[in-house]
T-cell receptor, first 112, second 113 residues
Framework: DAKTTQPNSMESNEEEPVHLPCNHS???????IHWYRQLPSQGPEYVIHGLTSNVNNRMASLAIAEDRKSSTLILHRATLRDAAVYYCILRTGSSNTGKLIFGQGTTLQVKP | NAGVTQTPKFRVLKTGQSMTLLCAQDMNHEYMYWYRQDPGMGLRLIHY???????AKGEVPDGYNVSRLKKQNFLLGLESAAPSQTSVYFC????????????FGSGTQLSVL
């Protein structure tokens, strides 16, 4: 299974942009990069996903490196409600067994 | 749509007791997953299913059994609960294509005394 590596924790100030990195050096050509976040005492929720091109939605932007071995989730203006654990995962396209491994994620602290 | 519903939300068991956690989804998803989350840790995959009548082991399957007799339901069973199974359990589901997103339930807090 292709794995992802994220920093354990990051800090940000409120109303400043946040860049959350994810390394996935063993990604294959048909793997989609997904990001989820988990607010305190809640189940994870979908944030964004992409394959090759950068993606934007109302929650965040996803910047994917040209070689696809890394990606960055961008929160343009962090709010206190963005404090959460952020997970970067790969959904494998080539041999899709359905197995999905999450890992530890990055705990984001947002300071007022 | 209710999405993904987990029952119960809370449960306290004594060591050796058995119980079943139910996950129900109303989105006609093929894939369903059971994860556990311990304090300060990420999600660990217990078992998953790629369709009705199928199940497969994840990262930490020992001590758990699962069944997917109906497409909309995925059951997680603990035959003889142990304190090490005290955790928050999350269920998730999705369509097959890998560009489809996962939907999660709100979790079940299980304590085994």
């Amino acid at each position: 299974d292709a794995k992802t590596t994220q920093p354990n924790s990051m800090e940000s100030n409120e109303e400043e942009p946040v860049h959350l990195p994810c390394n996935h050096s063993t990604i294959s050509g048909t793997d989609y990069i997904h990001w989820y976040r988990q607010l305190p005492s809640q189940g994870p929720e979908y944030v964004i996903h992409g394959l090759t091109s950068n993606v934007n939605n109302r929650m965040a932007s996803l910047a994917i490196a040209e070689d696809r071995k890394s990606s960055t989730l961008i929160l343009h203006r962090a709010t206190l409600r963005d404090a959460a654990v952020y997970y970067c995962i790969l959904r494998t396209g080539s041999s899709n067994t359905g197995k999905l491994i999450f890992g530890q994620g990055t705990t984001l602290q947002v300071k007022p | 749509n209710a999405g993904v519903t987990q029952t119960p939300k809370f449960r306290v068991l004594k060591t050796g007791q058995s119980m079943t956690l139910l996950c129900a989804q109303d989105m006609n998803h093929e894939y369903m997953y059971w994860y556990r989350q311990d304090p300060g840790m990420g999600l660990r995959l217990i078992h998953y299913s790629v369709g009705e009548g199928t199940t497969a082991k994840g990262e930490v399957p020992d001590g758990y059994n699962v069944s997917r007799l109906k497409k909309q339901n995925f059951l997680l069973g603990l035959e003889s609960a142990a304190p090490s199974q005290t955790s928050v359990y999350f269920c998730a589901s999705s369509y097959v294509p890998v560009n489809e997103k996962l939907f999660f339930g709100s979790g079940t807090q299980l304590s085994v005394l």
